[in-house]
């Protein structure tokens, strides 16, 4: 039953092709001019600039993630006050900030290398952009935020070594991320290899702080390069750095697209190119590559139309385009050779169409169903990625079997009248395959069709008839299982998450700052913020103290935390105040009335929101520790919030929410797994709801599906090995790899179970025949469309060019091994169709001619379109 119902499906639509082909050759002007009126949505580009979507936070963070959530209840609770406090910003703040370490690594804290910090700090304050730092600082009780070691040294060089300073606390401020690459001796500083300032501003002013922060940038790019006789090294970084290097990434792979389309014509050519000057198909090749252009052109133009947004990873977008057009194009090529050169133009490419419309239609479908699929995704950048890529791939299929289709019939009108494929002027018919310039024409005279390629008869007399012996199927086997080992091996080693530094360019300012900031300052981590939104807690109620205070103990016991370092608590203080005499917090009435007079004295008037005599919401802040990696970013963020959720399971429940500026960026591993996992099903199960509905033969299907899964394990496993981590910029190129592992062993699939041949080694050759070079053409056209990328000084293009090769190579690689061996086992694997044939003598070769002429001319006849 399940075989009747993939024929049905296949044999009417490889008739459809067949029909679509011969109208083509009909008209391949008609279908070579209306690809090009619809490419004029190319001019949605003017647009471009409007559409462009950089924002770091909305590309690169999950869409509604909790930290989102809980930082819009920081900001309703604790608006910006006009008394500045780092420790209390609901977002990053805007800042400058420097990094300055000792120039062969040496102990900073010296009169030398500190009287170059203070010039250079007096620099910065005294830079004018039209306004100074003065005017535009962020101010506590009307001073600017100034730096506390500086303070600490009273801005005097000398007194860095006379002074005894301990660590990380001195007396009450905080040094930890002032201070890095410390040695102690019982808390007291011995020596440090870093010193970090910032310098923030009043983030209202935003015009003037824009030009104070070019400032900044221009006045420390001029001190690194001519400060020779500087005694340290300045690292510098302001708060709208990384997002400015983040917009450049662009500009560094734009030379490289028209390096891509040269390579790729290059080859195309070249791997198309015969001796004959007539069968050659050199124009063929050339605007094969052209189909795929025009596919990216029309497509991007249109949903830019639409008001799409278009993200940085879409730019790789159209490097896969020209892959997959140009794969598409290879496969038609193939069956266009493997037609009767004397037949009509339009009955060859009627046979083309049929032959390879239901493969690439395939291969097209599992590729945009992969990349809707990845719409699913929590993050814009794969979002915008995956519908431009999936939109321009069906513009890709439509122009190859349009456009591309009217321009193999036109060469096949040159082919036909003997015409050289440069002069169109017509050469003397080739006797033999010995083509030149000035002939041309041969065919084999005994199948009528154009002499094999080279690289066909080997894959045909020796690849194929090799791979098919017993040994060399166990050896197949053997390799693939130690692909397999090595690939889960990998899996177990991946890194997750984006870090921020690889969304700027190599050689950035911006990787520079982020490299110190890891090597010094990774000993302590974010100040996280406790924030106890129930309004209706009972602050004065002991029992309802007593959960807090244990709450807040499991937060101070995590293994991230640091227990040597209070938590900076109101309540503690409050209580502490309580102690005077006549007061009594333990009574609503007087620890409401007390309050407002202690918050205004205390300086914590910030953390707690107090207003028509109720407590709405209150915070406190744990300091963490030991954050040096994104694993140890994940694992705080998991323990914060887990020791979060257990503490509204205390009777009275503390209902609190944990919250950070940084958990914004550390939200996308608490998606990316699971998202990824999520997509890789979705999109495996459809591929083989696809191959069941296509291949006519539900067993091979699921041959198509195991290929999927292999390759997604191979690249999966292998790019941690590469250094690649798991983000959602690698998650879009596992997208990818679905789609692509669908191509290869679709491809070779179909081939097998059409096959007409009896047995299943000769099933395999001949779908080896047929396709190898096809695969191989493929893979390289596609590998050289991205290997430009290797060359870009982005992280985000050099990750699309690591997991598009690992894709292609191994998908290459099932295509061309492991599944025609994989399918030799599968004895059954025939096509209904060939099942139900009656078996006839075996024909001499003039007569095996003229029965497939005679069927073929019997088939033809009844379509009244074609003659």
Not at 79 to 94: D, I, K, V
Not at 594 to 608: I, P
Not at 779 to 788: E, K, M, Q, Y
């Amino acid at each position: 039953m399940a075989k009747c119902k993939t024929d049905c499906i296949e044999k009417p639509l490889s008739l459809v092709f067949e029909k679509l082909g011969c109208v083509v050759g009909r008209h391949p002007y008609v279908f070579l001019l209306l690809p090009l009126f619809v490419a004029a949505l190319g001019a949605g580009f003017i647009f471009l600039h409007e559409r462009e979507a950089n924002d770091i936070e909305d590309q690169f963070t999950p869409i509604n993630g909790p930290a989102k959530l809980e930082r819009a209840i920081v900001v309703e609770h604790f608006p910006q006050s006009e008394e500045f406090s780092q420790l209390r910003l609901a977002s990053e703040g805007t800042y400058a900030s420097l990094i300055i370490t000792g120039l062969q690594g040496e102990n900073i804290l010296n009169e030398a290398a500190f009287s170059n910090i203070i010039d250079l700090d007096r620099q910065v304050k005294n830079m004018s952009t039209g306004n100074t730092f003065e005017k535009l600082c962020a101010k506590s009780k009307g001073r600017c935020m100034s730096n506390a070691i500086l303070d600490i040294i009273n801005y005097s060089a000398t007194k860095i070594v006379s002074l005894d300073i301990t660590y990380p606390m001195n007396n009450g401020t905080f040094l930890g991320t002032t201070i890095g690459g410390v040695k102690l001796d019982n808390s007291k500083l011995i020596s440090a290899k870093a010193v970090r300032l910032f310098y923030f501003l009043d983030e209202k002013k935003t015009v003037e702080n824009s030009d104070w922060i070019d400032g900044f940038l221009k006045l420390l790019s001029n001190y690194t390069e001519q400060k020779i006789s500087s005694k340290v090294h300045v690292s510098y970084f302001t708060s709208v750095s990384r997002q400015n290097e983040f917009e450049t990434n662009s500009d560094s792979i734009i030379p490289l697209f028209s390096v891509t389309y040269f390579l790729a014509i290059t080859i195309s050519i070249m791997s198309c190119s015969r001796l004959d000057c007539v069968r050659t198909k050199v124009w063929v090749a050339t605007f094969g590559v052209v189909s795929a252009g025009l596919a990216v052109l029309a497509s991007f133009g249109l949903l830019q139309f639409c008001g799409m947004p278009f993200a940085i990873t879409v730019a790789s977008s159209p490097f896969l385009i020209l892959g997959i057009g140009v794969d598409d194009m290879f496969i038609m090529i193939s069956c266009w050779q493997k037609t009767e050169v004397n037949k009509a133009v339009e009955i060859r490419l009627a046979e083309t169409y049929k032959e390879a419309g239901v493969s690439i239609t395939i291969t097209t479908l599992t590729d945009v169903l992969a990349f809707y699929i990845g719409l699913m995704t929590p993050f814009r950048s794969v979002q915008s990625f995956c519908m431009y890529t999936s939109t321009a791939l069906l513009f890709c299929y439509i122009f190859n079997i349009t456009f591309f289709g009217a321009c193999l019939a036109l060469n096949g009108r040159r082919e036909k009248g003997n015409r050289h494929w440069l002069t169109c002027m017509k050469v003397p018919e080739a006797t033999g395959d010995d083509g030149g310039c000035c002939v041309g024409g041969a065919y084999d005279k005994n199948t009528l069709k154009e002499f094999e390629m080279p690289v066909d008869l080997f894959f045909k007399n020796y690849y194929g008839p090799f791979l098919t012996r017993v040994w060399v199927k166990t050896l197949v086997c053997l390799i693939y299982a130690g692909y397999l080992a090595v690939s889960i091996y990998g899996c177990f080693q991946m890194q997750e998450g984006l870090d921020l530094k690889h969304l700027a360019t190599d050689g950035s300012y911006v990787g520079s700052y982020y490299d110190k900031e890891d090597e010094f300052f990774s000993a302590f981590g974010p100040n996280v913020m406790l924030v106890i939104k129930d309004k209706e807690f009972q602050y004065w109620n002991l029992t309802a103290r007593e959960s807090l205070d244990l709450c807040l103990e499991s937060f101070q016991n995590l293994t991230v935390a640091d227990s040597g370092i209070s938590p900076v608590s109101w309540l503690n203080e409050y209580m502490k105040f309580g102690q005077n005499p006549g007061i009594s917090l333990n009574n609503e009435a007087q620890f409401k009335s007390n309050l407002t007079v202690f918050l205004n004295q205390s300086g914590f008037s910030q953390d707690v929101n107090f207003t028509n005599n109720q407590i709405h919401a209150s915070r406190m802040f744990i300091q963490t520790v030991n954050i040096r990696t994104a694993i140890d970013e994940k694992n705080m963020l998991d323990a914060f919030r887990e020791t979060a959720e257990n503490c509204g399971n205390l009777q009275p429940p503390v209902d609190l929410i944990v919250y950070h500026p940084a958990f914004i960026y550390f939200d996308q591993y608490a998606v990316i797994i699971s998202n990824t996992i999520q997509n890789l099903v979705v999109a495996t199960c459809a591929m083989l709801v696809i191959s069941l509905l296509l291949i006519p033969n539900p067993l091979c299907s699921l041959w198509v599906t195991f290929a999927i899964a292999s390759v997604i394990v191979g690249v999966a496993g292998f790019m941690a090995l590469w250094d690649v981590s798991l983000d959602s910029v690698s998650m879009i190129n596992l997208v990818i790899c679905i789609g692509f592992s669908v191509d290869f062993s679709a491809h070779i699939s179909y081939a097998f179970v059409s096959s007409e041949k009896s047995s299943a080694n000769e099933k395999a050759v001949d779908a080896i025949n047929k396709l190898g070079y096809p695969i191989i053409q493929g893979a390289v056209s596609t590998i050289a469309g991205v290997v430009v990328l290797a060359a870009a000084k982005s992280y985000i293009f050099r990750t699309f060019f690591k997991i598009m090769f690992l894709v292609i190579l191994f998908g290459a690689v099932h295509g061309i091994a492991f599944i025609p061996v994989f399918l030799t086992f599968l004895c059954t694997c025939r096509s209904s169709r060939e099942k139900n044939k009656p078996t006839l003598p075996e024909p001499s070769d003039k007569t095996e001619q003229r029965v497939k002429a005679v069927v073929i001319q019997n088939v033809w006849c009844s379509d009244p379109d074609c003659p």
